[in-house]
Structures are given as C-alpha cells and as structure tokens.
C-alpha cells in the first residue's frame, strides 16, 4: 500500500522548546509587519465607491486617473486587473469627509463616459458604502472571529478540558495572526471574503487539533488515566496521526491552490488565506497546540508537584471517557 | 427488507430527491446577484420625517375643528414633537381639550392659561416610527414590483430595525431603481399665503428669487409659512424659478389618495388623475371652500428638497376627484401616478450601500469558480485513487454523492449559491474527505495490528466516528459565527459550508460504510482490502 509515513517515530516533542521559539518569533514578525505596513481595507470597510470597468480598446490608466482628479476626486485608485487583453480598469475613490456621497459610484461613471465618450467602456460592478457601514462591519467581523474562538473554546471545555481548549485556541490565534502577517506582507485586500477566509480557518485549524487531541485522550484511556510520560504520550498520539493530518491538509491545500490560480481575481485574496493558514494550521496543531498540554501539566507539576497525577490532564481521561461512553449509549 | 435494502433504499432515495430538486441547475440553483448580476442597496431610514407629518397632520385638523367650533386662537405651531396652541380662550378650555382628545389620543396634553402643549410621548414615538419603516418597506415592495424585477428581495436589516435591504437581481437599470426607492413622493395641497395688498389673487404669480418673495412681505415671512420654489426648464436649457409662500401646514397629502392615473385633459396634455379617500375628500372640501377663486399649490417632496409642480386656481369646490396638471411628458406623467399610488414614503431614506454587479461580471465569475472547482475536486479525486486504490473509489463516490447532496437542498431550500458560496462547496469536498481519511488512516492502524478486514473496518469507522463528530462541530461551530456577521455572498458560503459538512457525516460515515459492506458482504472471510 501506498503510504506517506511509514511507521513514523518522529520526536516531536523533543524539540518544543525551539518550535516555540520559532513560532513566537514569527508571532512577533507577523505583528511588526501587520503594524507597520497596515493591512489594505476592502471598501466594504473603508467605505467609498468603487466601480469595474471594461474598456472597448486598451485603457489609459494614467489618463483616467487625471481625469479623476481633475473632476475632484482625489486620491483615486486606478488599477488595471485581470488579463491584460480584457482592457479592465477598477477604480476605487475614497469617502470625502462630510459630504453627502450617495450618489458617487453613478458619478464617478458619468464623469468617465463625459470625458471618454459614451461606448468608451461597459460597467461590470459599482458600489457605495456609507461611512457608517464600514465601521460597523469591521465591529462585526471582529466580533465574529473573537465570537467563533470563544466558540472552539467551550466546545472543546465541555467535550477534553479547560486546558486543552485552551490550547487549541492559543494555536488557532497563533495561526491568525502569522496569516495576517502573510496577508499584510503581500498586501492583499481585506474583503467580507476574507473574514469568512479567517473564520473558515478557525475552524479547520480546530479540526487539525481536535483530531491530534482525541487522540491522545484516546491513548491516555487506554493507559488507565494516568498521563506517565505525557510528552512521550503526544509523540505517540501525533505520529499515529500524523498520515491523517498530513493528507487531509495537502488535499483541502490541492483544492485551494486550484482556487488560488483559478478561481478569478474575486476569489483570490480569500483563497490566499486559506492557502497560507492551512500550512500554518497544520505546522501549529504539531507543534503548537500539544506542547501547551505539557506545559500546563509541567507547570502544575512545579506548583504542586505530589498532585500531578489527580489534577489537570491526569484526571481528565476518566471524566471525559465517562462523557464519551454516556454520548454513545 | 433486510437491514441492507433499507440503507440502500435511503441512499437511493436521497440521491434521487436531490437531484430532481436541482436537475436542470440554471433553472433551480438560485444564484446570487454577484453570480447572475444584480443590484444590492442598502438603505437607511430616518424616521423624523414620519413624525413631523404625523404633527403636520394633527395641526391640520386641530387647526380645523377650532374653526369649525369657533373657538379663537393666537397661533398653532409645529415642534419637534408634538403642537404648541397658543392664546385659547380659557372659557373653551373643556372644548379644546376635547379636540385635542380626539385627534391626538395618547398624546401628553398640558394646558397652561390658554396655552396648550402636546407631545407626542416615547412609547408612542418609537410605534409610529416603526409603523413609518413599515409602510416604507410596503411602499418600496409596491414600486419594486410595478419595475417588474424578477424575485426582489426587500427586508429590513439591522438591531434597530431602520435599515431596509433591497436586492434587485438582473436589472440593468440601476439608476431608475434608485430614483424610485429613494423619491419620497409626498404630496402636499397647500394653500397659497398672498403678499398684503394682493388683489389679483387668480392672476398673482411668485417673483422669481427668493429674496423678491421675501421683500414682498416685508423682509420676513409670517409664521406657518415656508417658500416652495417651482422649477422650469425651458427648451433652449433655460432654467427659471418661481418662490411661492405656502402655507406651512398642508390641506391634504399623498396618504390620502386612493388613486391616481395618468390621463389627459381638454387640451390633450398629459396630467394625473387622483381620487381621494373619504375623510381626506372632506378636509380637501373645507379647504377649497375656503381658497375658492384663490391658488393652490400642489407640492411634491422628494429627498432632494420640496417643490412646487403645479399651483392651479380652485375653480370649485373639490371634494374626492381632482386632476394634477404640469408640464408632464408620458413618461413623468405615469412615474409620478405611480408613486402617488404606491403611495408616499413616510421618511427620508438615503443609500448607505449599493453594490451592483454586471452580469458578465457574473458569468465570468460563475465560469472561473465552476472551473477551479472541478479541477480541485478532480485533483482531490485522483489522489484518493492513487492512495487508497479501491477504498479511493469508495472515498470519491462519497465526495459524488456530497456535492450532489449539497447542490439538492440548496435547491431545495431555496438557499442562494454566491461565489464565496461556489468556494465553500468545493471547501466542503476537502474537507469530507478529511472524514473518509480519518476512517481509511484508522482502518489501515487496525489491519496493520493484525485484525481481520471486517474488525478493523468496523473498529476503524467506529473509533473514528467521535473524532468526526468533533471535527464538524468546530467547524459548524465557526460558520455560525460567519453567517451571524456576514452579509449576501458571505452567508452564502456559510450556508453552502454547514450544508456540506452536514451530508459529509452522511456520506463519509453512513454511504462509505454501506460500500464496504456491499462489496464484502457475501463473501465469508476477507482476507485482504484494498486500502
């Protein structure tokens, strides 16, 4: 049979120490860039008006940027997008403080079909958003990803423990924040789509943990709930895992690199994320998530070094094997 | 039946279901409009305007029933919220204050030496301005519908319920959609306030700029009186005004018709037919009575500001039936009719969002995302093969049967399919295929102990059911979040994703296991799998 790993017996947790360095490290890049370079907000944010051009012959992009400024709409954006042979223009103008803008895609059009002439070009999308919109938007998106950690957190609370919920979501910010470096860097655009990207990622970085986490519950059942060497336990657990989790990742990543390529320009920023966070994702359910375990349990030991093994994890695999057993019946 | 007839029936009849329910997918799969192209605005209420017609109301037949039961009065003035009478006899207190009980019931009423002060209280406040985005989204639905937009969607969105969404798909008119959403189309008969010393009252016309109308009066308009100007353009581009003095207080509004239509008068030129209902054709009564041989200007409100459209003198008294007329082309003539019939939207409502989409936008993006996404599933297909070999076919059937499932009850429930929405189908085969992973990795541990094919198919789906369980619910779990933030193509993905995951249970655990069984079933033992 074919088969990506055979019989792996790969130390993970041997070298936890240095994988939380490195991801620390990235941690901090990621922040550095994402504060530094900013990250492009989407109009759906921002607000403006944006609108989606075709032109009959290939567009002056230079020219129709005068043409807009000269009509008073400073600071626009003029981009060509697409394949160069399909003579596209996206044109983005920013809110103006104060004003009453409602009308500023529907102008920003006539302006252009003034000075270019009426067949010049067909529109394929306008928009607007208000100033009002955008803020809120932003609130929810934030709410939203917060909303949907605090959401892995109790699941995983009610079905391991505290701390393994815990865990996963210390991994799963760590996966948000590095792709949020990643975004930043490339200087991608963040769109309602890519919050779902985000939010998608929540939970498939979960997914990756949870499978690992169930486990090594599953192993420490076995062993009559004690944890013994927990580190060499989560080796144990990760390399029996460890075929799973690499091809389910490589086959979600298959499907959205496809997306990336393929998928239009519309699709692209959200593929991004996913194509970046699944990496991300896979690499901190090894060496992220699992190491907290140890060193929660590690830090319990130093607090009270006699109880180790009837708090914490140690007492967990009876609690939770009972929750099992009382769900299958 | 045998307990195997009865899975098979189930799969069956679940593929059969789904598949009339989407076959043919251009007829049944609702796209969303940035897949079919489409208008997406949203708009925001501002309910004051619904007040201050509500206070422009009671004025009017408050005003009309102090007359009626002569009672004298100094003034009666409009206030943010609610009237203020001023210099009532006392003598006539019982009297006004049946007035007032009767036009203005629930209203605070606080009398103080013949000077009256009603206000509208918050309860009070808060339903009408509720009832305002009602009768405005009713308002909206009508003249949507009279544009002939094939399954608009209009719905009020936002915690406090003054935000209206409006979704036109495939309309390529976007300009006309919004002058029409956004006209208020009140209509207002206001009785014209003549300069003193007027003599001519049927021959008198407005001066031309404001400040010549104000220096008629003396610099400074009475109180209840407001300058409405009329517009004309003339052929040549010409644009010229005339500032009319109109009452404050309207005789009747556009609320009050009960039809309009456009028709013709004796010298063929284009004009609006109006029939107004029973208690607003007594009030118009007593107003033309009362304006006989004197102008009155017919004042249409729109979010850009009032103006005057026409200002005819009352040859007779009018009391159901009247007739607008000014400068109508056919065209102006039956958008005004309609609006007036749609009936005015009692508030102000602005755009704070439009998003609209060509569509060859649309298809272009239908066409890349159907691509991409056969291409995944097909990578996603042939690595199974590769990998798994016979267990692969199984793997892959399943995928089949959860995209067949998926794009059946999107159909079937009516939900959207958005770009996003495409991204999350093909998301959903990742990550099925993470369930029949799971159980295939299990399966090869268990045969890998030593167990026989039947035990460790059974030990491998079994044990890796909790772990799938887990697995959907965080990601269920996280789609929840999204599809209470998102909005249009964003909850499409959500849906599109639950949806998927949902059959993936169905498909990876329940169908998986009946091909095993169906393809192993007959034969006593198993000595090998191909996995």
Partial sequence: MLQLFHDPKIDFMGKRRMWVAVSLSLIVISLAVVFSRGIRMGIEFEGGAEVQLQYAQAPDVPVVRTQLEKAGYAGAVVTTIGKAEDHEIYVRVPLVAGAKDEDMAPSVIRTLKAAEGESAFTVRSQAYIGPTVGRELIKKALAAVLGSMGGMLVYIWIRFEFQWGLAAVVALVHDTIITLGLFSAFGFEMSLPVVAAFLTLVGYSVNDTVVIFDRIRENLRSKGGTAGNLPDLINVSMNQTLSRTMLTSLLTWIVCVFLFILGGPALRDFSFVMVVGIIVGTYSSIYIASPILVVWQEWLGARAKAKVVESGLATSPKATAKKVRAGKA | ?531
């Avoid at chain 2, 001519?200 to 009066?217: H, I, N, R, S, V």
């Avoid at chain 2, 005015?344 to 239908?366: H, K």
């Fill in chain 2, 1 to 531: 039946m045998s307990n195997m007839t009865w899975k098979l029936l189930i799969i069956v009849g679940a593929v059969a279901l789904s598949v009339l329910s989407f076959y043919p997918p251009k007829e049944k799969i609702n796209l969303g409009l940035d897949l079919q192209g489409g208008s997406h605005l949203l708009l925001q209420v501002d309910t004051s305007a619904a007040i201050k017609s509500e206070v422009d109301l009671a004025i009017n037949r408050v005003g009309q029933l102090l007359k009626e039961k002569t009672i004298a009065y100094a003034s009666i003035a409009p206030t943010d919220n609610g009237v203020d009478l001023k210099g009532t006899d006392a003598s006539r207190d019982a009297d006004v204050r049946e007035i007032f009980d009767t036009i203005t019931p629930g209203w605070t009423i606080t009398p103080s030496e013949g000077n009256w002060t009603v206000r509208i209280p918050d309860r009070l406040r808060q339903e009408i301005e509720a009832s305002s985005v009602d009768t405005t989204l009713t308002v909206l639905r009508q003249r949507i519908d009279e544009l002939g937009v094939k399954e608009p969607i209009i719905q009020k969105q936002g915690t406090a319920g003054d935000r209206i969404v409006v979704e036109l798909p495939g309309l390529d008119d976007p300009e006309r959609a919004r002058r029409l959403l956004q006209d208020q189309a009140k209509l207002e008969w206001k009785a014209v306030v003549y300069p003193p010393g007027t003599s001519d009252y049927e021959g008198w016309a407005p001066p031309t700029t404001q400040e010549a109308t104000l220096a008629m009066f003396g610099g400074a308009l009475p109180p209840n009186v407001e300058l409405v100007p009329q517009v004309f353009n003339d052929a040549g581009g010409t644009k010229t005004e005339m500032w009319w003095p109109l009452q404050n207080v309207a005789a009747i509004v556009g609320n009050d018709l009960r039809s309009a239509r456009r028709g013709n008068d004796q010298m063929q030129r284009n004009v609006v037919d109006f029939i107004l209902s029973a208690d607003a054709g007594k009030r118009f009564q007593a107003a033309t009575r009362e304006n006989l041989h004197k102008k009155m200007a017919i004042v249409l409100g729109s979010s850009k500001g009032k103006v005057v459209i026409s200002a005819p003198v009352i040859n007779d008294v009018i009391s159901d039936r009247g007739q607008i007329s000014g400068r109508f082309d056919v065209k102006s003539a039956e958008d005004l009719a309609l609006k007036l019939r749609s009936g005015a939207i009692p508030t102000a409502v602005t755009i704070i969002g439009e998003t609209t989409v060509g569509p060859s936008l649309g298809r272009d993006s239908i066409k890349a995302g159907v691509f991409a996404s056969l291409l995944g599933f097909a990578g996603v297909a042939l690595f199974m093969l590769v990998y798994y070999r016979l267990s692969g076919v199984n793997a892959v059937i399943a995928l089949l049967l959860n995209v067949v499932l998926v794009l059946g009850a999107m159909a079937y429930f009516g939900s959207t399919l958005t770009l996003p929405g495409i991204a999350g189908l093909i998301l959903t085969v990742g990550m099925a295929v993470d369930s029949n992973v799971l159980i295939f990795e299990r399966i090869r541990e268990e045969l890998r102990l030593g167990k026989t094919v039947r035990t460790a198919i059974d030990q491998g789906f079994g044990r890796a059911f909790g772990t799938i369980v887990d697995t959907h619910v965080t990601t269920i779990v996280s789609a929840f979040f999204l599809f209470t933030y998102g909005t249009g193509p964003v909850r499409g993905f959500a849906v599109t994703l639950v949806i998927g995951l949902l059959f993936s249970m169905f498909t990876a655990v329940f169908v998986s296991r009946v091909i095993y069984d169906l393809v192993l079933g007959n034969r006593r033992n198993v000595e090998s799998l191909s996995i």
